[in-house]
């Protein structure tokens, strides 16, 4: 077992992740054949397989399945060796990946950016964005340091910091603009616009309709904000969007901007991050000032 190595491990992981010999390789940046060879000699060293190769895809065995679990506790607790000698360091320096869902990216990502880049000279930040799910499986499994999502997530091995409250807005064609505000009752009967399914937006949304259980006939799906709006501006229907995203998505379409009716839906934005992260401590103080950036 001591010929076991952390390459061994990182290799297995990501193709244990992706189920995939083409995908992992590229998410491990070699080439598929030395990603297969890699995988071959852990299983002769195992002296059992780990993966059953099919024509297109691959499955783990009962080993394999077991032993990806125990590869990744085990990558995770290398992973947090290096964040505990960082955590001495103040300020904090080295690498910061840090998760945001798509309908806060692009409006709160670069003004984050920049001020961790002000404020912490010495971090490498590696923003990804996602959608929730995607990236609490990210933080759980120690692909990332943290993510700035809606709460509440309600994982038990995370903690959550809240950041700010901010409204949902109805976006309307121009022309309804004189129109009264519909209340939740009458968007149910209105060609709602939302974004797919995976975006916990979307889900806010439906909830605010009353809408979480069945559906309205006229519903219509987009894969951002932008796309929506954009349909709006043609009179295709009416949709919700976030207030940090009004400026920027509507500045291009001819659409009408309104406060819905109380009580006003809202979300609250949040940093989540492992309990167990020796970062803890300088990632609630990274907390503070992406708060202060998203009610500046």
């Not at 009962?62 to 990744?72: C, E, I, K, N, T």
């Not at 064609?173 to 797919?196: G, H, T, Y």
């Not at 399914?197 to 909830?207: I, P, S, V």
């Amino acid at each position: 077992m001591s010929k076991i190595s952390m390459k061994h491990l990182r290799y297995f992981e990501a193709l244990a992740r992706h189920a995939h010999f083409g995908r992992a390789a590229e998410d491990c940046a070699i080439s598929q054949p030395a990603l297969s060879l890699q995988i071959k000699e852990l299983e002769e060293i195992l002296g059992a397989p780990l993966v059953e190769r099919g024509a297109r895809q691959i499955s783990l065995t009962a080993l394999g399945d077991a032993f990806a679990v125990r590869s990744r506790d085990i990558l995770r607790a290398v992973e947090e060796l290096g964040d505990l000698a960082r955590a001495s360091h103040s300020p904090l320096i080295g690498r910061l990946r840090i998760g945001v869902i798509p309908t806060v990216a692009p409006y709160l990502l670069p003004r984050v950016i920049q001020g961790l880049t002000h404020s912490y000279p010495g971090l490498d930040l590696r923003p990804r964005e996602a959608v929730t799910q995607k990236l609490i499986d990210d933080l759980i499994e120690g692909r990332l340091d943290t993510a700035i999502v809606a709460l509440p997530i309600s994982e038990p091995s995370l903690n959550e910091v809240a950041l700010f409250e901010e409204e949902f807005m109805l976006v309307r064609p121009m022309a309804d603009a004189d129109r009264p505000v519909p209340s939740s009752d009458m968007l149910r009967e209105m060609r709602l616009l939302l974004l797919e399914e995976g975006h916990c937006f979307r889900d806010q949304a439906l909830t605010y309709c009353k809408m979480a259980s069945s559906l309205p006939r006229d519903l219509m799906e987009g894969s951002s904000l932008t796309t929506l709006v954009q349909m709006v501006g043609v009179g295709i229907g009416v949709t919700l969007i976030p207030q940090m995203a009004v400026a920027i998505e509507t500045r291009s379409a001819a659409v009408s901007v309104v406060r819905l009716m109380a009580p006003r839906p809202t979300r609250v934005i949040g940093m989540v991050w492992r309990k167990t992260n020796p970062l803890a401590q300088q990632l609630g103080r990274i907390a503070e000032l992406v708060g202060r950036t998203g009610t500046a």
